[in-house]
């Protein structure tokens, strides 16, 4: 009865690297949501996937940043040519539904530092 | 849009009761949900309000007015475990919005 399941768990990257930060949502959930978290502060949500599609990507960088859900495997976000401003927590999250009142459950976490 | 205000820091002791407010605009509301995070931890679900009134579950109770966009977590009993972080959020449309989060830091 596995969670949501993220790796790495930390990753380290120098300045102009590409970073892919991965997530298996929870067995039964077909709802993929990726937020990040900097120090101090809230969950800013970044993008929302469902098999195959991005729903919303309202809260995502324009540039650099891509994330997939494809029809077999986990969820990739893909940060290209990190800068410092990058390192944060990345938190996968997954839900059955979008019905109202549907618990999303989150995942441990990908921790990037970018040096 | 939608936005949470939440206090950023909250202080209490043991074997004490510490109330957690959040009031919030959004274009839509379908509800209010808690989420607990430690440090270095994933958030993690406490609780969720559609209709207004209080919710309780064990220690730990959320209630909700949706008349004045208020709602608040009530921690009762306090142990030295439940300093952590403590998120409002409103889902909308999937997605979910969070507040800033308040730091519960309880004391011997």
């Known amino acids: 009865n596995a969670g949501v399941m993220q790796n790495p768990r930390h990753l380290v990257r120098r300045r102009g690297q590409e970073a892919r930060l991965r997530c298996s949502p929870m067995?039964?959930?077909?709802?993929v949501y990726w937020y990040r978290q900097l120090p101090e502060e809230g969950l800013k949500f970044m993008v929302y996937?469902?098999?195959?599609?991005?729903?919303?990507e309202s809260g995502m960088p324009k540039e650099r940043f891509s994330a997939e859900f494809p029809k077999e495997g986990p969820s990739i976000l893909r940060i290209q040519q990190v800068v410092r401003g990058d390192s944060a927590a990345y938190f996968c999250?997954?839900?059955?539904?979008?019905?109202?009142?549907?618990?999303?459950?989150f995942g441990e976490g990908s921790w990037l530092t970018v040096v | 849009g939608q936005s949470l205000e939440q206090p950023s820091e909250v202080t209490a002791v043991e074997g004490a009761i510490v109330q957690i407010n959040c009031t919030y605009q959004?274009?839509?509301?379908?509800?209010l949900s808690w989420y607990q995070q430690h440090d270095g931890g994933a958030p993690t679900f406490l609780s969720y309000?559609?209709?207004?009134g209080l919710e309780e579950t064990g220690r730990f109770s959320s209630f909700l007015s949706r008349s004045d966009s208020y709602g608040y977590l009530l921690l009762q009993e306090l142990q030295m475990k439940d300093s952590a972080s403590y998120f409002c959020?409103?889902?909308?449309?999937?997605?979910?919005?969070f507040g800033d989060g308040t730091t519960l830091t309880v004391k011997p």
């Open positions: 999250a997954s839900s059955p539904g979008t019905e109202a009142g549907n618990t999303i459950y």
């Open positions: 067995k039964g959930h077909s709802h």
């Open positions: 996937l469902q098999k195959e599609n991005i729903i919303d």
């Open positions: 959004t274009s839509g509301f379908y509800g």
């Open positions: 309000n559609a209709l207004d």
């Open positions: 959020a409103v889902p909308n449309a999937g997605k979910s919005t």
